[in-house]
């Protein structure tokens, strides 16, 4: 199976803040990469598709990008509604899909 | 607007059986492959099981061994998740999840069911 590793785990970060999360495969998955955000409570949100694609009704503060083992999510201004745990997802092994272990964003 | 709605969790005993459903509406719910993702209590999200559009294919995690089997009813517009011999590891939110074939992601989830195994 194909290993998903979010670095880093947990963050602290405050409002307007720019930040960045990282994904990495355990080997090469092109562009099929998918990240979701998940609110306490509530069920995840599809935020990007297939590395750089953003979804529909997202804001444009997100954006993704990378190729082959190496991905990074990125709020470019945090809002108070950003704070939850966000999810990579590989489909290059697709019906076979695995997440990321999560990064949780929280309030500095 | 598309909605997915499951049900069908609760509490049951290791080694007992349960079936979860996914009422699925807004959509043209006989063109889709529909996933099931589970997240135990405070973990991360695992990949079940999925289902092709007709029925044709259907794919489970090897974690679960041959104890689940997935189904549909295209024109209940319904997946199903039939689950035996529980496990107290078998203890999640199970959410229902539409998939996207052109690029493979999930654009629409259920608000999750959740299943607990316990004694």
């Known amino acids: 199976d194909i290993q998903m590793t979010q670095y880093p785990s947990s963050l602290s970060a405050s409002v307007g803040d720019r930040v960045t999360i990282t994904c990495r495969a355990s080997?090469?998955?092109?562009?099929?990469l998918n990240w979701y955000q998940q609110e306490p409570g509530k069920a995840p949100k599809l935020l990007i598709y297939?590395?750089?694609s953003l979804q529909s009704g997202v804001p444009s503060r997100f954006s993704g990008s990378g190729s082959g083992t190496d991905f990074s999510l990125t709020i470019s201004s945090l809002q108070p509604e950003d704070f939850a745990t966000y999810y990579c997802?590989?489909?290059?092994?697709?019906?076979?899909?695995?997440f990321g272990q999560g990064t949780k964003l929280e309030i500095k | 607007e598309v909605q997915l709605v499951e049900s069908g969790g609760g509490l049951v005993k290791p080694g007992g059986s349960l079936r979860l459903s996914c009422a699925a509406s807004?959509?043209?719910?006989?063109?889709?492959?529909m996933n099931w993702v589970r997240q135990a209590p405070g973990k991360g999200l695992e990949w079940v099981s999925s289902?092709?559009?007709?029925?044709?294919?259907?794919y489970y995690a090897d974690s679960l061994k041959g104890r689940f089997t997935i189904s549909r009813d295209n024109a209940k517009n319904s997946l199903y998740l039939q689950m035996n011999s529980l496990r107290v590891e078998d203890t999640a939110v199970y959410y229902c999840?539409?998939?996207?074939?052109?690029?493979?992601?999930?654009?629409?989830w259920g608000q999750g069911t959740l299943v607990t195994v316990s004694s």
């Open positions: 807004g959509f043209s719910f006989s063109s889709h492959t």
């Open positions: 997802q590989q489909s290059y092994s697709t019906p076979r899909y695995t």
């Open positions: 080997q090469s998955i092109s562009t099929y």
């Open positions: 289902i092709t559009s007709s029925s044709s294919y259907v």
């Open positions: 297939a590395a750089s």
């Open positions: 999840a539409r998939e996207v074939a052109t690029d493979y992601y999930f654009d629409y």
